[in-house]
């Protein structure tokens, strides 16, 4: 796991095509540019069912979702993105075809 912490924004596309995963542990957005653009990027994604997130990501179709707040489930749906690789190649195809 790399925590990066901030990107200048026009670094911000390269930083996502480091990554194998996004996780977003939000409780609520408004509307989620990041996960917008991890899913624009080729990425899966891993989020919560919360406000905003519900309205780019629908679970086990284009990206996995957890109840806010949940430790544990979201860390199981990290290790199923991490462990199955036709699994986030689904998801991922899906997510930028929707992107």
Excluded: K
């Amino acid at each position: 796991v790399t925590l990066r912490g901030p990107a200048a924004y026009g670094d911000v596309p390269a930083v996502y095509r480091l990554g194998d995963v996004f996780v977003s542990p939000t409780y609520a957005e408004g509307f989620s540019n990041t996960i917008l653009e991890a899913m624009a990027s080729g990425l899966p994604v891993a989020s919560t069912r919360s406000v905003g997130v519900v309205d780019c990501l629908r679970d086990g179709d284009n990206g996995l979702l957890v109840e806010p707040g949940d430790v544990p489930a979201l860390a199981a749906a990290l290790a199923r993105l991490l462990d199955d690789a036709r699994l986030r190649a689904r998801l991922a195809a899906r997510a930028l075809a929707e992107a």
